[in-house]
């Protein structure tokens, strides 16, 4: 499957030049691309405290919505920054989907129940380092040496990636190009492994 998100549309149209839009495009928002976005955002915030300006959390979190609107939609920060309240809080809502829920959320009921735990289908197939497209993900059970070694490094998102790669055989580029519904779902998958005894798996 190949998955794009329902355009999203606006009670009050946005004009932009000489067209007139009563509804945004949305694309898939890719886990490489919002990492990196959450990453400089937090730096903001951090590089704000310092400088003894720090910033509020409706107003953080505004900036982060913000920035993961203009990805979704494609469309530039003083473009939206028309949207009319109300249209922009429907808009942050929808993005807060994409970037919070696992990738079953947006499957049929047929998909959802063919899906295989440990071989999750992706929403947008990923073309690999070697050279493969891949449309579902093959994960393998972590063992503990594995695990000691995801413990020494101090970086979550390093942390995550690396747990990741040893458990699918990809390697971070890949997994930068899953959509963040993709990735949710196979934290969710390895957090399991990591967390629950062997009886949660009969």
């Known amino acids: 499957m190949s998955w794009k998100p329902a355009p999203h ?34 730096s903001h915030k951090t590089d704000k405290a310092n400088e003894g300006k720090p910033l509020a959390d409706d107003e953080y979190d505004h900036l982060v919505f913000l920035s993961l609107a203009t990805m979704a939609t494609g469309l530039e920060e003083k473009t939206l920054l028309k949207l009319k309240k109300p249209d922009f809080n429907g808009l942050a809502q929808r993005v807060f989907e994409l970037v919070s829920s696992k990738s079953l959320a947006f499957m049929d009921a047929t998909q959802r129940a063919e899906a295989e735990p440990d071989e999750p ?10 050279g493969i497209t891949r449309d579902a993900i093959a994960l393998e059970v972590p063992d503990l040496e594995a695990t000691q070694m995801m413990r020494k490094i101090s970086d979550r998102r390093e942390r995550a990636e690396f747990i990741t790669a040893k458990c699918t055989g990809l390697i971070a580029h890949d997994l930068a190009q899953l959509t963040v519904p993709d990735w949710n779902t196979l934290q969710a998958r390895l957090n399991d492994f990591l967390n629950e005894t062997g009886d949660f798996f009969h």
């Open 9 to 42: 549309t606006l009670r009050w149209p946005l004009t932009v030049g000489d067209e007139t839009l009563t509804e945004l495009p949305l694309r898939p928002i890719l886990h490489g691309e919002h990492a990196d976005l959450i990453a400089r955002m937090e």
């Open 121 to 130: 289908p992706l929403l947008v197939p990923v073309k690999c380092s070697d």
